[in-house]
């Protein structure tokens, strides 16, 4: 089965740039997804197929896809940013999710 | 607005079954992937499978032989069994629309826990 490696956590300063990074094998072929999930709420999509925003993501959250590595990128950094991030990719019928990253913001 | 909710006991016994279901609001079942997902507590999502609104169904390899999902179309409602529950079953269990090969809907969540 496919495996997606997430570092567990990540901290940032307020206004700077957070990168988590979704490792897999030549996962820039497939599409990559993201999802911001604060505690006791469900996960919310913030990327899909690797760089789109749905309506209402702020224009700080980015994604990009290539090799064996895709990367969420969040700039100017907020305390309201502070959650869960997962990745995500569909392979042989299946959602596949990594293991979840957890972005402190000092 | 796609909503969707799920219900059915929050505590179950060890080696029954539990069992869910999702009553989806807001929009039709119909011609939707629609999944199941469950994340144990301070753990990452896990997915659990989905079905198509024509009954349809993929599951996860590690609980295949457990899960069975069933759609009610004319309710607007899918559901979840799964099989001779143990501990590490006890989790947050959410239900989704599938579109694309993403998740763009989910369910609050609801908490199931295995004990006796």
């Known amino acids: 089965s496919y495996v997606l490696t997430q570092p567990p956590s990540v901290s940032v300063a307020p206004g700077k740039t957070a990168r988590i990074t979704c490792g897999g094998n030549?996962?820039?072929?497939?599409?990559v997804h993201w999802y911001q999930q604060k505690p006791g709420q469900a996960p919310v999509l913030v990327i899909y197929?690797?760089?789109d925003r749905p309506s209402g993501i702020p224009e700080r959250f980015s994604g990009s896809n290539s090799g064996n590595t895709a990367t969420l990128t969040i700039s100017r950094v907020e305390a309201g940013d502070e959650a869960d991030y997962y990745c995500?990719?569909?392979?042989?019928?299946?959602?596949?999710f990594g293991g979840g990253t957890k972005l402190t913001v000092l | 607005q796609v909503q969707l909710q799920e219900s059915g006991p929050g505590l179950v016994k060890p080696s029954e079954t539990l069992s869910l279901t999702c009553t989806v609001s807001?929009?039709?079942?119909?011609?939707?992937?629609w999944s199941w997902i469950r994340q144990p507590a301070g753990k990452g999502l896990e997915w659990i499978g989905r079905?198509?609104?024509?009954?349809?169904?993929n599951y996860n390899p590690s609980l295949k032989s457990r899960v069975t999902m069933s759609v009610d179309t004319s309710k607007n409602q899918f559901s979840l069994k799964l099989s001779s529950v143990t501990a590490a079953d006890t989790a947050v269990y959410y239900c989704?629309?599938?579109?694309?090969?993403?998740?763009?809907?989910w369910g609050q969540g609801t908490l199931v826990t295995v004990s006796s």
């Open positions: 079905i198509y609104t024509s009954g349809s169904t």
């Open positions: 807001g929009g039709s079942i119909s011609s939707y992937y």
């Open positions: 989704a629309r599938e579109g694309q090969q993403l998740i763009d809907y």
């Open positions: 030549n996962i820039g072929s497939k599409s």
């Open positions: 197929y690797d760089s």
């Open positions: 995500q990719v569909w392979d042989s019928s299946s959602v596949v």
